[in-house]
């Protein structure tokens, strides 16, 4: 351990989501200014409001900070764990350490917002140097408005405006050292968290992933040297590899979105452009996500359109939605997606629309069912992404989906999935049919029985009756006040 001259001013650094070294503006701000860092994360899932996060973004967070501590003892520092409520535990650290200064990169839920805010508020009061940064947003929900003044609620002028104002900030590596405190400060061990599953459900999630900063910077790579060329095509191919596999990496922040996109910039060449350019507008829907979440703070858990005020979804049915839950529906593409996200903590995001299409329009059960059980189940889990996906497939909110459109899971299979690989991947009770019977296996009703008897017979909802039922809700539900 470096160990640093007791003379020395430090500065608490609080990490949250933004677990890295790299581009880390907090950690460069205290460092720059001379300070000795003194990194902490503080648990605290109580404070985030109606979404403490879930249970397998538990799982990945606990991964995530092991490899955060690990990146940080191999510079000579380490990474505090400590307990909430937050303001306390920093008022107690500054106190131990006599530290003149915190500093931390911002988060946009609403909750969090508010709490930091007066955090900050009282720091300052108490002549402590407070001061907070971007580090998760190639613009923040505030920097962009439309020409009235007001937010954005359509995608592409969003977009328009955005790509007009786009600069990358200067990368910035890891530190190669880090001085330490001369004096240990009591932390809590990892475990003592509780974000670490038990028993181990979360098992599967680690053949596909790799918490922290390092598998961050490997996913970006494996997917610039690979899945970019053809990303636009094949990026609705759920039977291919052809997304980044970024999501969670950006979620916890061990990856900043502007390094990301530079290390595509650099690489733009004439053959990828067109791809580049449609993976940057993916990323500008995450951007659109905290640009909408900011500014209409209520869509976590109410309709942004209020036409839909008084829709009447249907009465819940527990065993239907528990169904839904564990792949159990009857419809092999809703399943296969399903048993994805149980067994990987992810979902391809093509079959995140089947799936959120079928439990709001067939099931018409309300989507906020939905957005609940992504939630606790994705390790990409996101306030924001996660309500503008829900919305958008259920017809309610910004630049959505009319609810109308009720997507046809057999075609959509069919189309996205033609050779139905990602339906037999999932749901290999259906193997022994031949390949054109896996999509719909009620048309098949001889060769289901004899080649896939454990599968259900008959989908839990008609396929026109389920169609037919929501759009005369959505005829009975009243138009937009003019
Ligand atoms: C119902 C529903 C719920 C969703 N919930 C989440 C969620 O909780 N967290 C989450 O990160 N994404 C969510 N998404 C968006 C999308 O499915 C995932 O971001 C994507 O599948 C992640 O895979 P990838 O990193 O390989 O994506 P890529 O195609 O490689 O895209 C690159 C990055 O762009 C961003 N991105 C891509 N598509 C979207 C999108 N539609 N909306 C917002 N950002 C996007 C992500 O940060 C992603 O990592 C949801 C989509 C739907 C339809």
């Known amino acids: ?32 200014a001379g300070f000795v860092p003194v990194c902490v994360y503080l648990h605290a899932p109580g404070e985030e409001g109606e979404w403490p996060p879930g249970a397998a973004s538990d799982a990945w967070r606990h991964r995530s900070l092991a490899a955060l501590d690990a990146d940080l003892r191999a510079r000579g520092s380490r990474l505090l764990l400590r307990h909430g409520p937050s303001e306390a535990a920093l008022a107690g650290l500054v106190r131990e350490t006599g530290a003149t200064a915190v500093f931390w990169n911002r988060k946009y839920e609403p ?19 407070a001061e907070s940064f971007n580090a998760a947003l190639l613009f923040e929900p505030w920097s962009l ?78 997917f610039t040297d690979g899945a970019l060329r053809g990303y636009r095509s094949e990026r609705d191919r759920p039977d291919r590899v052809g997304t980044s596999l970024l999501s969670p990496h950006l979620h916890f922040g061990e990856i900043a979105p502007w390094r990301i996109a530079a290390s595509l910039e650099q690489g733009r060449t004439a053959a990828n452009g067109a791809d580049v350019d449609a993976f940057l507008r993916e990323l500008g829907w995450r951007e659109f996500a905290w640009h909408l979440l900011h500014h209409f703070p209520q869509t976590t858990t109410q309709n942004l359109n209020s036409r ?11 065993a239907q939605l528990q169904a839904w839950r564990e792949g159990r529906t009857g419809v092999p593409i809703v399943d296969a997606g399903m048993r994805e996200l149980w067994h990987t903590g992810y979902m391809h995001n093509r079959v995140r629309m089947i799936v959120a299409s079928w439990l709001t329009k067939h099931m018409r059960q309300h989507w906020l069912q939905g957005a609940r059980w992504f939630w606790d189940t994705l390790v990409d889990a996101d306030l924001a992404s996660n309500t503008l996906g829900w919305q958008w497939v259920a017809g309610t909110g910004a630049d959505a989906a009319p609810y109308f459109r009720v997507f046809n899971p057999v075609t959509q299979a069919r189309k996205f999935d033609p050779d139905a690989r990602y339906i037999t991947r999932w749901v ?32 839990m909802v008609d396929l026109a009756q389920g169609r037919d039922a929501a759009l005369a809700a959505y005829k009975r539900s009243s138009p937009p006040p003019r």
């Open 145 to 222: 408005a439309t020409q009235q003044g007001g937010p954005y609620k359509v995608f592409t002028p969003f977009w328009r405006n955005a790509l007009g104002q786009w600069r990358l900030p200067v990368l910035r590596h890891a530190p190669e050292r880090l001085p330490a405190l001369a004096r240990e400060l009591a932390g809590l061990p990892l475990d003592a968290l509780g974000l670490k599953p038990a028993p181990d459900w979360d098992r599967g999630f680690w053949e596909t992933w790799q918490p922290g900063e390092a598998g961050a910077h490997e996913a970006l790579e494996v």
């Open 1 to 32: 351990m470096s160990k640093t001259d007791p003379g020395r001013a430090c500065a608490i650094v609080w990490l949250r989501n933004d677990l890295r070294l790299a581009d880390n503006p907090a950690l460069q701000a205290a460092i720059e």
């Open 308 to 318: 839909f005020a008084d829709f009447q979804w249907a009465r819940q049915d527990p």
């Open 111 to 129: 909750a969090t917002q508010a709490r930091d805010a007066g955090i900050k508020r009282r720091l300052k009061e108490q002549g402590i140097q």
């Open 428 to 459: 290999p009770e259906l193997s022994a049919l031949p390949t054109g019977a896996r999509f719909a296996p009620w048309e098949s009703p001889e060769l289901r029985a004899r080649l896939a008897p454990a599968y259900p017979a008959m989908p």
